[in-house]
């Protein structure tokens, strides 16, 4: 059975400080793994597509890689607007199993 | 980027009512659709997957004849919840994507329901 797991499950920062969230995963035949950006009370907003090891893609202060085995979003030097939960999936064969998330808060 | 609307944003209904929920892609065409589920604090669960012109893939332990779902054209989607009860009250948020491959799902901003 396809796994996602994200840790932390919540994640507290100063502004400033830099940090990285984890997606692990186990699944038989990846084909995509995609982060997402969730506010309260809406939808997730698309924030990144990985396709393969080895890639990395960049967004402002985020910045995503992924492995093997997982993925990690690292967030520089955050601001209080990047508080909120991020969401990682994993797409096997065209349907998507989701991480329960990571909600992060940043300090001003 | 591609743009999903929900309509309405929040109901509030009677219990025993039906409630329809409507999806669509603003910007692009979905080859499919997707809705979910999602609790407090939890995260999205997958009610079902439909393709445009064909009959929706229900997820274990979804009630098709509760959550009716209809893909009738590339760009719309429905979801009726039929006879309501109070243990319906949820988020629910539908996302579509262009194709059957590994495209990106795009989802819409949710619909809150409460069955008093």
């Known amino acids: 059975e396809d796994q996602v797991t994200q840790s932390p499950e919540a994640l507290r920062l100063q502004e400033g400080e830099s940090s990285s969230l984890n997606c692990s995963y186990t699944?038989?035949?990846?084909?995509?793994l995609f982060w997402y950006r969730q506010d309260p009370g809406k939808g997730p907003e698309f924030l990144f597509t990985l396709y393969s090891a080895g890639e990395e893609k960049e967004k402002e202060r985020l910045k995503a890689t992924l492995t093997k085995k997982e993925s990690f979003l690292h967030i520089t030097a955050p601001k209080p607007e990047d508080s909120a939960t991020y969401l990682c999936a994993v797409q096997v064969f065209g349907k998507s199993t989701f991480g329960d998330g990571t909600t992060l808060t940043v300090k001003p | 980027g591609a743009v999903v609307s929900q309509h309405p944003s929040r109901v509030i209904c009677k219990s025993g009512t039906s409630v329809k929920i409507e999806c669509r892609s603003l910007d692009f065409q979905a080859t499919t659709m997707f809705w979910y589920r999602q609790f407090p604090k939890k995260s999205l669960m997958l009610m079902a997957t439909s393709n445009e012109g064909s009959k929706a893939t229900y997820e274990q332990g979804v009630e098709k004849d509760k959550f009716l779902i209809n893909h009738a054209s590339l760009t719309l989607s429905t979801l009726t919840v039929t006879s309501a009860h109070p243990e319906d009250s949820s988020f629910y948020i539908c996302?579509?994507?262009?194709?059957?491959?590994?495209?990106?799902?795009?989802f819409g901003p949710g619909t809150r329901l409460l069955v008093l």
């Open positions: 996302s579509a994507r262009t194709g059957t491959g590994v495209e990106t799902q795009y």
């Open positions: 699944v038989s035949g990846l084909r995509g």
